[in-house]
């Protein structure tokens, strides 16, 4: 059963809106159908794409620290790290 929401839930977009090689917006971190269709979600879907950004974050935190430990500090890093991550969860 889907729990009320009393408040509207925002988009999560940072306004950055430039994709990376796999759909995956570089601000906010949705994937192409999910920022397509924010507006027709139910709000438990909506509660699960933040989740889902969420994890993606974290991931990429991780391998930006990872890189960092490795010593790999450089004007490109960030590119390299999108093109390694993962997101599919």
Known sequence: MEQLEFFIIPSPCRGV?????????????????????WLRLSDMQKQNVLRLCAMRRRKLEQLLLQAQQAGKENDRLMEQLWIQADFDF
Do not use: D, Q, V
């Not at 759909?23 to 906010?28: D, P, Q, T, V």
């Open 17 to 37: 809106c430039e994709s990376n090689h796999k759909g995956y917006c570089k601000g906010c971190l949705r994937s192409r159908n999910e920022r397509l269709y």
